[in-house]
């Protein structure tokens, strides 16, 4: 079984609030995001920054919430972290917690893959990511600010249903969020 991995160490400068403590229904888009996962994964561990460990604990019940010391030298640097805190993972999803778009059809095309895959919809690449183990060696070596497509080579995947649109950066994306959230939940 899979495990995963989220993001939410980025500063969230250009939404002026932490993108992962958005309100969403009786949850939050941490939540929402760790209790998707969990559905398909044995573990999920949410790397973030020192300053919002506490919230994130409280928000992603389930999970086990771990801190990048220096999220700012990269978003790998944080996927080194999540990779580190894990126990010889035999694939792991990675889910920036700002690219929610994906459901459950999607999790469960990744955990059948046995190759690293990122799920295309009407033709846009998404998230989560799934990466084998053999490529988890690779990322460890990597500068924590490479691009994570500069260090993988990812087969692409069809799923349907999802949204990859979905990306939280702005201020006018929280209510498209707000839509995807009660769309998922309808």
Not at 84 to 106: H, Q
Not at 142 to 169: H, T, W, Y
Request: charged share 25%; glycine share 6%; proline share 6%.
């Amino acid at each position: 079984m899979a495990v995963a991995i989220v993001l939410a160490a980025g500063a969230s400068s250009r939404l002026g609030r932490e993108k992962a403590l958005i309100p969403l229904g009786d949850s939050t888009l941490i939540g929402v995001v760790v209790n998707s996962l969990l559905k398909v994964c044995k573990e999920v561990v949410v790397v973030t920054r020192k300053e919002l460990q506490v919230d994130i604990m409280l928000a992603a019940a389930g999970a086990r919430v771990v801190v990048n010391p220096t999220p700012e030298t990269g978003r790998t640097g944080s996927i080194q972290v999540g990779i580190l805190a894990l126990e010889k993972p035999p694939r792991v999803l990675i889910a920036p917690v700002d690219r929610p778009g994906f459901n459950l059809s999607t999790l469960q095309a990744l955990v059948r893959e046995k190759r690293s895959v990122r799920p295309i919809c009407n033709g846009k690449g998404g998230h989560p990511v799934n990466i084998q183990p053999r490529d988890i060696d690779k990322i460890l070596a990597a500068s924590p600010s490479e691009s994570l497509r500069e260090i993988i080579r990812f087969q692409d995947i069809k799923v349907e249903g999802a949204d990859f649109s979905l990306n939280i950066d702005i201020p006018e994306d929280i209510e498209k969020l707000q839509q995807w959230y009660e769309s998922q939940n309808t």
